[in-house]
């Protein structure tokens, strides 16, 4: 079904419950089952499929009345690309989507996602053996994000109330490229970022775990009101595991680059991870509810409080276009609380997998070089060339194992 055609079919979903206050699962699913159908081609950044995804979000964002801050009156903020990892690719034109609530407050708070994926090829970044043309449905990453940024806005405008706050409501592009739309907007932004109060990102909140029901936060750091906060609103239904770094592989850095508090939520890597198997049939919305709930009782906890304080904490790797010539083709956990580096997924046919590297593992040597967490990862990995032979020490249930990385 072509995305013009499926399009006009979204609105009916769009409808649903738009007049509620609370969270339901049915909407979550809905939005995210629509953003991940292989119409929307894998909503690569620039893409057909993406602009059609874009299409959806700006319907929701003018049923809920929002106003338009982008380009000229619209909802779309346009910004160049290039494609390929280093940027070596295509030019092309990409769109982050702004919407926001006014209300009439001295202070902005941001809620948003990223809504672009990796299309039909992977964009170099697909976990897949053979990527071509293999639509990367992304609905965990993060057709997860957009369901939520769009169920925030209906909560905050349909509540009954006028918070101390207005509210940037933003969806991302070309973050699956290196954070590039978010980039973009913290140098343009439509208002003055000395008025921004913080920044919440949602990025992969789709896949909470049923068993540990844990989120995992990222940025408590980056005030002092966020670890007490947390603590106190953690319930039994949502555990919440906390990381104090306002940097990570996500868009919240761009935000903290600009010396504004953040919170990231994440609830967990998985097997499906910039696969084609990340579909909509996985995700669990009642598990997207809980964490939605937090993010709002957040939002109001803080709401009579002044401006916040924002601090400066440990940096990690930010994810970008890699300056490295070689890859190990695994994906690093960046909550992982052991030490060394942990192994989230492996991909088949890389260097990691054909040196025998399994997910769980713990890199704790490459070379001569002792890891010990990820940045200590990222400065190894970039003293190796292509061709050359490393041996590798890693952890597996209690021992250490010997590998030969071939790069």
Not at 73 to 95: D, K, V
Not at 369 to 381: E, F, S
Request: include cysteine; charged fraction near 25%; glycine fraction near 12%.
């Amino acid at each position: 079904m072509k995305p013009t055609i499926h399009f006009f079919l979204l609105l009916t979903i769009l409808g649903y419950g738009c007049q509620a206050q609370e969270f339901e699962a049915p909407s979550i699913t809905g939005h995210i089952k629509t953003l991940a159908d292989d119409s929307f081609q894998g909503r690569g950044t620039g893409t057909a499929g993406e602009k059609a995804a874009a299409d959806y979000v700006m319907a929701a964002f003018r049923k809920l009345g929002l106003q338009p801050k982008g380009d000229n009156g619209t909802y779309l903020q346009s910004f160049p690309f290039r494609g390929g990892a280093h940027g070596e690719g295509e030019a092309g034109t990409a769109a982050n989507i702004v919407g926001y609530l006014d209300n009439k407050a001295s202070t902005t708070v941001i809620i948003g996602a990223h809504y672009d994926h990796l299309g039909t090829d992977g964009q170099q970044s697909s976990l897949d053996a053979n990527p071509q043309n293999k639509i990367h449905n992304g609905a965990d990453d993060n057709a997860s994000g957009v369901a939520g940024v769009i169920e925030l806005a209906r909560y905050f405008t349909s509540n009954g109330k006028k918070e101390r706050n207005n509210f940037l409501f933003l969806c991302f592009s070309g973050e699956e490229l290196g954070l590039l739309g978010s980039k973009y907007f913290a140098d343009h932004a439509p208002v003055d970022l000395s008025t921004i109060n913080y920044m919440i990102n949602m990025d992969m909140i789709g896949r909470l775990d049923p068993q540990t029901k844990t989120v995992t936060v990222h940025g408590t750091g980056t005030s002092p009101v966020w670890e007490p906060l947390l603590k106190k609103l953690e319930t039994d239904n949502l555990k919440i595991k906390t990381d104090s770094s306002g940097t990570g592989p996500s868009d919240h850095t761009s935000f903290y680059l600009k010396n504004l508090p953040v919170l990231h939520f994440f609830t967990g890597a998985h097997s499906d991870y910039h696969k084609p198997s990340d579909d909509w049939e996985k995700i669990n919305a009642a598990g997207e509810v809980e964490v939605l709930k937090l993010i709002a009782n957040i939002v109001n906890s803080l709401d009579k409080e002044p401006k916040l304080t924002f601090l400066k904490t440990k940096s990690r790797m930010q994810a970008g276009r890699s300056a490295f010539k070689v890859t190990l083709g695994i994906m690093p956990s960046y909550t992982g609380d052991v030490e060394g580096l942990k192994v989230d997924g492996v991909t088949e046919g890389r260097p990691g997998d054909k040196a025998g590297m399994k997910t769980g593992d713990v890199i704790i040597q490459l070379g001569d070089h002792p890891i010990k967490d990820i940045q200590q990862y990222m400065d190894a990995l970039g003293k190796f060339e292509k061709g050359q032979t490393v041996p590798a020490k890693v952890k597996r249930d209690g021992k250490v194992l010997e590998l030969e990385v071939i790069f």
